[in-house]
């Protein structure tokens, strides 16, 4: 695993639907490594490996491009920022987090998220995000000029690995970013007699926005949806390997699929709830059969995830032998013929 | 020249009735204003209307949506007495219903004026005092003594019910009140621009008044497929910060409102930083809203086909979802204004910088 490249990649800014500057330096890092650049609108970036295969089918790899965050919604006279959460994320686990706030003029603020409390002194009680304020350190009259509402706000640089373990933000979803990435540096000499389209879909884990349009303009016949599987419960652990869910709330995977990838790769097996990308990429258009496969996470969603290289590596090379194994016919038989 | 606000042709507008799939009249109304101003309109498989000017130029596909769509009730059930049950069409708080005037729109277009029924205030217990009705306990008094004579009126299961309409200026005449203003007065905005548009050569433009978006958004998902835009902007209503119940950061009279975030969208960084320079570039009096507790049109249009370049501007507005809600003219002014100017300055060019953002 590329330890360095995956730190640039945590450290970099990527809000839901603040993905630019992240989508163009994985589009620069794709470029040659594939036929093609596929993007959409909403600023999901594919590599798009072509096949010389004339009745080529394509399957998809997605990752989100998307990192959990937060929007200004009053810069207070106090001097404090009041905000929104962007996805569901548990609100205590935001308090005291560092935070950095990507202002109109693309540059940085960073701050802490408080709730006004003395940590030395009082219970820290917080029901929801509405108890909670961002401190910058700077007086009403030093913010005004500079922060508004509608800025978003990831969580502060963290990155850190010692030992293969690797400890950030946003580990969900740039690992499996970084995924994407070795995966086709790995195949860039093999040839497929289908078409392989590996990137990642903006705006997709504040509510699968961009899955819907990537799968519009990708079309698959079959689809690999990237994703973290969160370690709670002990349902899985750091180190175990590839994972492959079998049940989330909003995608039931394609069962032949499913199965054939079982059967090629070793995983072990989450039944979930979180969905992920497969949740809008197997409903869209006429349908595609899809499966999610990951790694486990631990504390997915916080601001800080924890992950093994190890496993990561495992991953890549899992679907790299995956792909050796496949071709346009099989991938045909995943779904139901036209 | 400060523009008035066309108050008979507001009314008009607002004061239709149109709920959610019942919106044939208001739709009917705006095709008559499009006409006039020799705009064709062509209709989605759902109803929406949908008006086009200067589509035969060059320049990215610019559409412009507000949907018709009011929110009401249906008449579910008539019961022995001739009371009636409603069915809600779109979101309401019982608290705001009790006591006010609807009025009922049979299938051949009568039109009765009912009470939705309360219980008697006196000696009520103080747990009951202290509660609102359940929505599913409301119920409208047609003032008739039989479920006979309701029948005879021609009242049947699944006709309209809507707020009655009370146009009023209000007492700083810059105020207004009415029902429907959420989105009535994106209509109006739209008829508004266009008429002012009139001399214009610009990008093509297409003005989607569209249905459903109530219950769903599901106008949106008619109208942008029929016209496939490169750029959108929904026109809608935002709840208002100002007064003693409710704060936020938006407040009637301070502008058009550039609604950053809703429950099922985010305004693009370049987008919005494009509307910022357009409105300072012409002194529009701008404002913003971060409310992701309402959804509007562009929650199914920015994800449409390969996506769109798509924001909301808003309105401010007070007591959304009641039988009367207020809005100020300088903030449906200021929208009219910068619709223009975006329909003006949008070219291949500009739409390419705020795609490079």
């Known amino acids: ?338 | 020249m400060i523009e008035m606000i066309n108050l008979e042709k507001l009314d008009k507008i607002c004061s239709a009735y149109g709920i959610s799939s019942f919106e044939q009249e208001i739709g009917n109304i705006l095709e008559e204003e499009y006409k006039a101003l020799n705009l064709p309109c062509e209709r989605d498989g759902l109803g929406s209307v949908i008006a086009s000017k200067c589509t035969n130029h060059s320049g990215p596909k610019m559409m412009v949506a507000a949907h018709m769509d009011e929110v009401g009730f249906m008449v579910k059930s008539i019961d022995d007495h001739g009371f009636i049950k409603v069915q809600t069409i779109g979101s309401w708080w019982s608290h705001m219903v009790l006591g006010q005037w609807y009025t009922i729109v049979t299938r051949d277009k009568r039109e009765y004026h009912a009470l939705m029924g309360s219980m008697a205030t006196h000696g009520l217990p103080a747990e009951t005092r202290n509660k609102t009705v359940s929505i599913e306990d409301v119920y409208l008094d047609l003032g008739v003594g039989s479920k006979q004579e309701a029948l005879d009126l021609g009242i049947q299961v699944g006709d309209m019910v809507a707020p009655l309409a009370h146009f009023e200026v209000m007492n700083n005449q810059k105020y207004i009140s009415c029902k429907a203003f959420d989105d009535r007065i994106g209509n109006y905005i739209m008829i508004e621009a266009a008429k002012r548009l009139e001399k214009e050569e610009h990008t093509p433009l297409y003005l989607a008044n569209t249905v459903q978006e109530e219950p769903g958004l599901r106008g949106a998902r008619t109208a942008v497929e029929t016209v496939y835009p490169d750029i959108a902007f929904a026109i809608d209503t935002t709840l208002a910060g100002d007064t003693p119940m409710n704060h936020n950061i938006c407040s009637l009279g301070k502008g058009v409102v550039l609604s950053m975030i809703d429950s099922n969208s985010i305004a693009p960084r370049g987008l919005v930083r494009y509307v910022e320079s357009i409105c300072k570039k012409n002194d529009i009096e701008h404002q913003y809203a971060i409310f992701n507790m309402g959804g509007t049109d562009s929650g199914n249009i920015h994800k449409a086909f390969e996506g769109v370049v798509n924001m909301t501007l808003s309105i401010p507005i007070r007591y959304m979802h009641t039988n009367h809600s207020i809005i100020h003219a300088d903030d449906v002014e200021a929208c009219i204004r910068l619709i223009c100017e975006l329909a003006k300055d949008m070219n291949e060019k500009v739409y390419g910088e705020i795609l490079e953002y």
Not at chain 1, 177 to 194: A, G, H, P, Q, S
Not at chain 1, 201 to 212: A, D, E, L, M, N
Not at chain 1, 225 to 247: E, N, R, S, W
């Open chain 1, 1 to 338: 695993m590329d330890t360095k490249r995956l730190e640039k990649l945590c450290n970099s800014f990527g809000v839901s639907s603040a993905e630019h500057m992240i989508g163009r330096t994985l589009q620069k890092d794709y470029e040659p490594l594939c036929d093609e650049i596929k993007c959409d609108r909403l600023g999901s970036v594919f590599a798009f490996k072509r096949s010389k295969n004339e009745t080529a089918q394509t399957l998809m790899i997605a990752s989100a491009l998307d990192e959990v965050g937060l929007m200004v919604s009053e810069v207070k006279d106090n001097g404090t920022l009041a905000f929104i959460q962007l996805e569901s994320v548990s609100p205590s686990s935001l308090l005291h987090q560092r935070v950095r706030i990507l202002t109109r003029e693309n540059t940085y603020v960073d701050g802490v998220i408080t709730t006004g409390k003395k940590a030395l002194e009082d219970k820290c009680e917080i029901k929801s995000a509405d108890d909670l304020v961002i401190e910058c350190g700077l007086k009403y009259d030093e913010m005004k000029e500079l922060l508004h509402p509608g800025d978003l706000v990831a969580y502060g640089n963290n990155f850190n690995e010692n030992n293969g373990i690797i400890m950030s933000k946003a580990l969900f979803p740039r690992v499996f970013n970084e995924v994407t990435l070795e995966l086709m540096e790995k195949i860039k000499d093999k040839e497929f007699d289908f078409h392989i389209a590996a990137g990642c879909i903006g705006q997709s884990v504040i509510g699968y926005r961009g899955t819907k349009t990537a799968t519009y303009v990708i079309k698959p016949d079959a689809a690999i949806a990237l994703t973290g599987f969160d370690t709670a419960q002990k349902k899985v652990h750091p180190g175990d390997g590839v994972v492959l869910g079998y049940y989330d709330r909003q995608m039931l995977p394609s069962q032949v699929f499913l199965k054939d990838f079982a059967k090629e790769v070793e995983t072990k097996a989450y039944f979930g709830l979180t969905g992920n990308d497969g949740s809008f990429i197997h409903k869209t258009l006429k349908g595609t059969p899809a499966i999610s496969v990951g790694i486990a996470v631990d504390n997915m969603g916080s601001a800080n995830e924890i992950c093994r290289a190890e496993d990561v590596d495992a991953l890549v090379n899992a679907l790299a032998a995956y792909l050796e194994t496949i071709n346009s016919k099989k991938l045909a038989e995943f779904g139901f013929g036209d």
